[in-house]
Nanobody, 129 residues
Framework: QLVESGGGSVQAGGSLRLSCAAS????????MGWFRQAPGKEREGVAA????????YYADSVKGRFTISQDNAKNTVYLQMNSLKPEDTAMYYC?????????????????????????WGQGTQVTVS
């Protein structure tokens, strides 16, 4: 199970921090991340982190503005979003890709979800005006 929190509405240039608490599966050594989807647009991978060693990956559109991190003790992944732009407006989903696969933003973006290759949460809305 993945439970996201932290979405909301902010003005352009503002910041938000998303959290994703994981439970019910082995958290260690998997690829976790965030993807987003806006109405009428395709799913876009935003950031990914390999929980084994903390390696991080970002989409070009958010590089330098977003930071993904984790707290292994809490099985929780975070997405710190700074310098938000109106084009960042979307539903943000936390995802956990199970299995031995290379971790990347594309890995998160192309997930099929449960029961095929992992899980994603219910999503949290981010609106930037």
């Amino acid at each position: 199970q993945l439970v996201e929190s932290g979405g909301g509405s902010v003005q352009a240039g503002g910041s938000l921090r998303l959290s994703c608490a994981a439970s019910g599966f082995t958290y260690s050594s998997i690829c976790m991340g965030w993807f987003r989807q806006a109405p009428g647009k395709e799913r876009e991978g935003v950031a990914a982190i390999y929980t084994g060693d903390g390696s991080t990956y970002y989409a070009d559109s958010v590089k330098g503005r977003f930071t993904i991190s984790q707290d292994n003790a809490k099985n929780t992944v975070y997405l710190q979003m700074n310098s938000l732009k109106p084009e960042d407006t979307a539903m943000y989903y936390c995802a956990a890709r199970l299995g031995n696969v290379p971790c990347s933003v594309a890995t998160i973006a192309t997930m099929k979800g449960y029961p095929i290759d992992g899980y994603w949460g219910q999503g949290t809305q981010v609106t930037v005006s």
